[in-house]
């Protein structure tokens, strides 16, 4: 007869991971993925809708990936409440499937005001996804909270890949018709359906600890732990509006400055976020401890220096500039999304995530609606890779002055886990052994 499956205890009383706890740091890594596919998707078919839909300029399109992202962040205060008290798995699932399903029908309508509405609507399903996700995450690696966040950190990197390049690819390769729909809509229907599978496995296959049906009994989110989230996500909202700005000033530049077709600008977009796939958890297992906050500082700086030269650079290297940025950029998420978690209680995490996103991420979602109405403004001189000075000079500064986070970042308080254990320890295959 089969023995129950019962989690091996470390001397501290905390669970080790079960085999299922890796499953599910998988699999809400892959929701992870979705989640800024969706919301980059549209980033290298401006130009496409612009003509499509009729508008009149081209931040009337990126405005749709603004309103997304804003009430995306909007809401996500109210998504860390439901992930400190409710099944976060459950939670994930439906936020995928809602959220999946408002993308195919942008790719069912041609009339811009609903298209706006299904970007609130899929905003509204998206803003569960970080509170429930990192809470859901650290919640399996109890004694390296930090590690797990730098793994699903993967996700952002897979997704802002996906995105941009299914959308280029699929825009001019599929040849299937239906009704009206144009060629930009198709990889928005495309990647949606597979969103739906993907969030019926989730549902299916992923685990959390905490019981389906389960309330969690509300603890306390201090006002003095609130107060220091605010401060530190006011200086983060910075970083946030560089690197959400980034998408879309890079598919236009690229576009505009150099004549890349959508699927080669598609391409461009998500090729600069691969790098972030292997240094995303590298930085964080490379940063424990008292490392973690000198180096974001050092990245966010790194960062800022490097994309003001972006316009200098020649067209054969400028894949490599934008990479270079783009990396740094998305590995300072996890590295500040790890040592963020480390020092606040597991049972407040999700309002965490939530109040710091409502900020910086609200405020980052301007970003491309800004750099769509600078690119805009540009003109005629939007063919001349000198005149994005401008744009790329303020992403620069808004990444040095993130930098001052840290200071805010130790006020929080130190990790409230040692270093008991290695980095990678708890999701090696040994440590698998009490539950196989």
């Not at 825009?171 to 809509?185: E, K, N």
């Not at 530049?253 to 077709?261: D, H, L, P, V």
């Not at 109040?355 to 991420?361: D, K």
Request: hydrophobic share 50%.
């Amino acid at each position: 007869m089969t023995q129950p499956i019962i989690p091996t205890l470390e001397s501290g009383g905390k669970p080790l991971p079960t085999f299922r706890s890796h499953v599910s740091l998988v699999l809400c890594t892959l929701l992870h993925g979705f989640t800024h596919a969706y919301g980059a998707i549209l980033v290298p078919l401006y130009a496409r809708m612009k003509s499509d839909l009729g508008l009149s300029h081209l931040w009337k399109a990126s405005l749709v990936v603004t309103v997304y992202g804003a009430v995306y962040s909007l809401g996500s205060y109210f998504g860390g409440v439901l992930a400190d008290r409710f099944n976060r798995k459950l939670l994930l699932g439906v936020g995928l499937l809602g959220n999946a399903t408002a993308i195919i029908a942008m790719g069912l309508t041609h009339n811009y005001a609903i298209i706006l509405l299904l970007a609130v609507l899929a905003g509204v399903f998206g803003t569960i996804f970080h509170p429930a996700a990192n809470a859901l995450s650290a919640a399996h690696y109890p004694r390296n909270p930090g590690m797990a966040i730098g793994l699903l950190g993967i996700g952002s990197g897979l997704g802002y890949f996906v995105g941009p390049q299914f959308a280029g690819w699929r825009t001019q390769a599929a040849a299937w018709h239906l009704g009206h729909i144009s060629d930009w809509q198709k990889p928005c229907i495309e990647l949606g359906i597979i969103g739906l599978i993907a969030g019926i496995i989730f549902l299916i296959v992923a685990y959390d600890p905490a019981p389906i049906g389960v309330l969690r009994k509300p603890v306390v989110f201090e006002r003095s732990l609130r107060n220091r989230i605010i401060k530190l996500a006011a200086l983060l909202m910075f970083r946030d509006f560089a690197g959400v700005g980034m998408l879309s000033l890079a598919a236009l530049y690229t576009q505009k400055a150099f004549g890349k077709s959508v699927q080669q600008s598609g391409l461009i977009v998500g090729l600069m976020m691969v790098p972030s796939m292997i240094f995303s958890p590298l930085a964080v297992y490379l940063s424990p401890g008292k490392r973690r906050l000198p180096a974001l500082a050092m990245i966010l700086i790194v960062g800022g220096i490097a994309v003001i030269f972006t316009p200098f650079w020649p067209s054969r290297l400028l894949l490599v500039a934008l990479c270079l940025f783009q990396t740094l950029q998305l590995v300072s998420y996890a590295v500040s999304d790890g040592a963020m978690l480390e020092r606040v209680p597991p049972d407040v995490r999700g309002r965490v995530v939530g109040i710091f996103l409502v900020i910086a991420g609200t405020f980052g979602s301007l970003g491309p609606w800004v750099m769509g109405a600078w690119v805009d403004c540009l003109g005629r001189q939007a063919s001349n890779p000198l005149a994005y000075f401008g744009p790329f000079a303020l992403l620069s500064v808004f990444m040095c002055v993130s930098a001052l986070s840290i200071r805010m970042m130790a006020q929080i308080g130190p990790p409230l886990l040692g270093s008991e254990i290695g980095a990678f320890e708890e999701i090696l295959p040994s440590t698998m052994d009490g539950v196989m």
